[in-house]
C-alpha cells in the first residue's frame, strides 16, 4: 500500500486532506480513485489505515480508518555518516539506508576525499526528497534526517548531541572484532552515529581525532567493503541484532 | 594490495606466471614494475604474497613470498538466488554480495518476474567478470559461482544439493521472525541457498512448492525491502553473526 507522510495539520480527527505533491501522485501517477486505501503518517510517528473519499483538482480528501499499531521503526536511532563521494554513490546509500532503518544521513569533507563539496541547497532538497519517497515506499513512519555535507571539524561538534558513536576503521578489518556486537547490543533506544569513511579510508589523524572524541572503532569483518557497501553492512547489522527474535 | 586469480597450474613452487587480462591489467591498467607485490589465489583458496620479477610484453613473472594465512572467507557457503529481474539490479546485487561473502549467484524466472530471460551466453560471461573483480577487489579467496537464469522447476531440483535452504518471504515482513538467526547459527560449514523474490514477491503457489521442497521461509524484519536491498541484508546478516566475535 502506498504511503504518504503529512504534517500533522494535515489531519483532523478522521479527515486528512493531501495536496501538492503528493495530491498529484494519487490523483496523476498513482491514478487511483475513490475507496482506495492509503497509509498515512503525522509527524510524530503515527500511522494511519486510510480511504479516499474525494479526488478535486488540487486535494484529495480522505476517511481515516484506523491507527495502524505494528512498528515499523529500528529500536535505535542510527545516523549514517560517510565520507564524501561522489554524489550518485551518496544517493544510493541514502537511499538504501532510509530502507533498512536509518534515522540520519550526512556526508563529511574527509583528508582523502576526492570530490569536493559543493553549493548544496538543490542538492539537499533532492536528497530530502529521496529520504521521503525511500521512507514512503519501505513503510517506515519517519523520514531519515538529511544533514547535507559537514567539514569534519564541523562533524566532531555535530557528534557530541549522539550518545553511542563508532567509526570503521580498515585497519581493523582483519581483525574479528567484538566491539560493534557489543555497541548494536547497547543501543536500545539511544542516539546513535557511525562514520565510515571515503574511498581512501580514514587517515591515522582523523582516527586520533575521533578517539579523543569519544568514538569507538569497530572493524566489519574480514573483507574489504566498498564505501558505499560499509553502511548497507552497518544498517543491516543493527536490524538484524534489534528487530530479529533470538528463538531460545 | 591488487589480487589476482590464478588457476593452480600457473603456480610452481615458488614461481607463478601471469597472461592474458590480468598480465594486462598488472602492465597497461595498474602500470606495476617489477619489485611490486601483489597477492595471488589458486583454485583451491590458497592465498600468496608475491613480488614481481618481470613484466614482458605477454606475460608477468612473479615471485612468491609467502603464504597468506589470515582468512577472508565466510564460514558458510550462502548462495544468493534472486527472482529474475533487470540486467543491471543482478549485476549490482552480484557485486555486492561478492564483497559481502557470497559463494554464488543465479536468477529464477519466477511467476511475477516482469523481466524474461534472454539468450544468456554473453550475459553469464560478463557476471563471471564481475564476481571475479568484486573477489579481486575485496581480497576474497574464492570467486563466487555464478549459475546464470534458471526457471522454477530447475531452480527447485538444483536447490538439492543444498543442506540448508531458506527463501525471504514479504508475508512475514511483519512478524518477529526467530527462524533467521537460528539457520543462521545452524549453517557454519554448510551449503546454503537463500531466495528472494523478484519485485513483485513470491507467489502463494510457490511459497507452497518450496516448502514441499524443504525451504523455510524466514521474515527479514518490520520494514518492506527492496529486491535489491534485500540479499545485501541476508549477507551481512551471516556475516556479522558468523564473523565478528562476542564479548561474552
Given amino acids: 500500500m502506498q504511503r504518504y507522510f503529512l504534517k500533522n495539520e ?6 486528512a486532506l493531501i495536496r501538492g505533491g503528493d495530491h498529484h501522485h494519487i490523483r496523476n501517477v498513482m491514478r487511483m480513485r475513490s475507496g482506495d486505501n492509503v497509509s498515512l503518517c503525522d509527524e510524530d510517528g503515527n500511522a494511519f489505515l486510510a ?6 483538482t488540487e486535494e484529495t480528501l480522505l476517511n481515516i480508518l484506523e491507527k495502524i499499531e505494528s512498528e515499523s521503526e529500528l529500536g535505535a536511532a542510527v545516523t549514517i ?5 561522489r ?4 544517493e544510493e546509500v541514502l537511499r538504501r539506508i ?4 536509518a534515522a540520519g544521513f550526512l556526508t563529511v569533507s574527509m583528508e582523502r576525499s576526492v570530490v569536493k563539496a559543493r553549493e548544496k541547497s538543490a542538492h539537499l532538497e533532492r536528497q530530502k526528497r529521496i529520504a521521503k519517497e525511500a521512507a514512503e515506499q519501505s513503510q517506515r513512519r519517519r523520514i531519515p534526517n538529511v544533514y547535507g555535507n559537514l567539514s569534519f571539524e564541523e562533524f566532531l561538534d555535530f557528534s557530541d548531541q549522539f550518545e553511542i558513536r563508532i567509526f570503521a576503521y580498515e ?11 557489543r555497541l548494536i547490543r547497547a543501543s536500545l533506544g539511544k542516539e546513535v552515529l557511525v562514520l565510515v569513511g571515503p574511498e581512501g579510508g580514514i587517515s591515522p589523524g582523523e582516527a586520533d581525532a575521533l578517539k579523543e572524541r569519544g568514538f569507538v572503532s569497530v572493524g566489519l569483518g574480514p573483507r574489504i567493503l566498498r564505501v ?4 548497507l553492512y552497518i544498517m543491516s547489522a543493527f536490524g538484524y541484532e ?6 531460545s
Same sequence: chains 1, 2.
Fill in 171 to 181: 585497519e581493523r578489518a582483519h581483525e574479528k572484532d567484538a566491539a560493534f556486537k
Fill in 10 to 15: 494535515a489531519i483532523k480527527g478522521k479527515k
Fill in 98 to 101: 532510509t530502507e533498512l532503518g
Fill in 87 to 90: 554524489r550518485e554513490k551518496q
Fill in 51 to 56: 480511504e479516499i473519499a474525494e479526488i478535486r
Fill in 228 to 231: 558505499e557497501t560499509a553502511p
Fill in 242 to 247: 534489534l528487530e530479529l527474535e533470538d528463538e
Fill in 81 to 85: 555518516a560517510m565520507g564524501l563521494v
